[in-house]
Structures are given as structure tokens and as C-alpha cells.
């Protein structure tokens, strides 16, 4: 006997025979979906939903959408159901490879349960576009939220280690148990910028802590004041920092600890991992 709650009856009205599911999951050096689907249901719907595909995914006429939830193994958020209007061929700007190009629009069945209802499911393989038969009887109820999906939760100091865009949206959503945890921590900490290595190590030890130094980075774009940060970036699109920066905390100061103790720890790092000259971006 199990206890486990389909989520078919949540959807009574959806044909899963008319739809495909799409698994919207995390690869090494790419963005995170749920980042996207934070940021803007439209890009969501259009860029993640629609847009290009490498393979004819969505050869039916619905895509039942979820999302893979980062720190909960096994969980995926209702990113909504959207049917197909349109599907060609096409290319692919970036490299122009051959595929197809959908156009989709909102379905409203669901509605009310995306970014709340998390179902509970094992993945079992890397495709991305899944026909409901051979997956549907392995869902089940996870949770429904209270409230749509605002970002993991903080996970510790020893933790964090998180792309520029989900500190973003935690930074625009007021996170509490972020905002309260960050503002009260100083210390020295790592961007990495992923897609070359280059590394810049920076320290927070004033009023508000690292929530406060954080903020500026999010505030102008991912420089937050630095000139080699600022060099950087002006030769990049307006995105760079989003889809390319990761932050993690190197060392968390005490309480008792001065500035100047917490300074000669930012130094003592940037030794450490080389970030003067050639290999970072730290100028002094």
C-alpha cells in the first residue's frame, strides 16, 4: 500500500494523450531553468517553452512543463501547461544548427497551481521532451506551496555557492532568511566568471554586510564599482553577469573581527587563488 498522491486528479480536464512533458533540467555550465522561470514568465513561456529545439520534442499539442528544483533531490515545480500554435524548421542563431522552431501560448488549466504544486519524481534519464505514458505513473504530490516558489532557501554560510541570476531574484524578492542571514555576516568572498575561470575576490564588513556589498553588484549590472569588473563587462551583452557570474562565500569574519583583520583576509586570499594579474580580476 502507498501513500503517494497522483497528480492526475489535480488536472482533470488535461488528455495526457495530447501532451508532452517537458523536463526542464540543470546542465554543467548552463542556466538554471528555475532561474528563468523567476525572472520572467514570459521568457519562460517563449524562450524556454518556445523558441528553437534541437529535436522535434513537441510533436503533440500541449507541453506540460516542471521544473527541476536545485537543493531537493527528486522535486519538480508546475511551470504550466502551454499549447503549441506553430512549429517549423529552423536554425539555431547562435551556431546555426538544424531543428525546429516552435511558437507557443498560455493554457490556463492549472493555472492556480504554478510555481506551488512540487511533484515528487526520480529522474531517469536526460531527455528533455517526455511522453506522459512513460513517466505519469511514477509522479506524485510532493507539496503545494502556500505561496508560488520564491528560491531555495538559505542554506548556511558554509553553503552558498550560486549563480549571479538566483541571487538576483532572492536579492529582488526581500528574501528574509537571506537578506537577515547575509546582512549580518561579514567576510571575503569569490565571483567566478564560469565561462573563462576568472576569479575576483572581494570583502563586506561594513553596515548590512555581504547583503549590502551583493547588492551593488545586482544594482550595475554585475560590476558593483570594480574597474576590471567594469572593463569586462562593457564589452559584453547586458546578461553577461547573469548567465555567467557565481558567487560563493570564502570566509565568514567574527563578530570581534576588525576591518583591518577582515582586509588582510581579502589579501590573503587573492594571493591565494591568484586573482592579481593574468589569472583574475583583481587589480590591487
Known sequence: MTNKIPIE?????VNWDECKIHVAQTYANTERPIDAFMRSFDEWQNDWNGSFQSLNYWNRQYIFSIIDLP??????????????????????????KEG????????????????RLVIQWEKDGRIMGRNPESMLHKMSVAEILP???????????????????????LWKENKPDWKSALRHCHG?????????????????????????????YFQTGGHGGNKLLRKLLTDKSTDYARNNFRFSLLEQASSRDSEQHVMERESYWKQVLLTRGEFGLNEN
Open 9 to 13: 486528479p489535480l488536472f482533470p480536464q
Open 100 to 115: 525546429v522552431v516552435y511558437k507557443v501560448a498560455f493554457d490556463t488549466r492549472g493555472k492556480s497551481l504554478i510555481g
Open 188 to 216: 571575503v568572498y569569490l565571483i567566478t566568471d564560469t565561462s573563462t575561470g576568472m576569479r575576483y575576490v572581494g570583502s563586506a564588513y561594513g553596515d548590512d554586510g555581504i547583503w549590502s556589498r551583493w547588492q551593488t
Open 147 to 169: 505561496e508560488p516558489y520564491a528560491g531555495v532557501d538559505f542554506p548556511g554560510y558554509a553553503h552558498i555557492n550560486h549563480s549571479y541570476a538566483s541571487l538576483e531574484m
Open 71 to 96: 537543493h531537493k533531490a527528486n522535486c519538480w515545480l508546475f511551470g504550466g501547461i502551454f499549447r503549441v500554435v506553430e512549429c517549423e524548421p529552423g536554425l539555431r542563431e547562435d551556431d546555426g
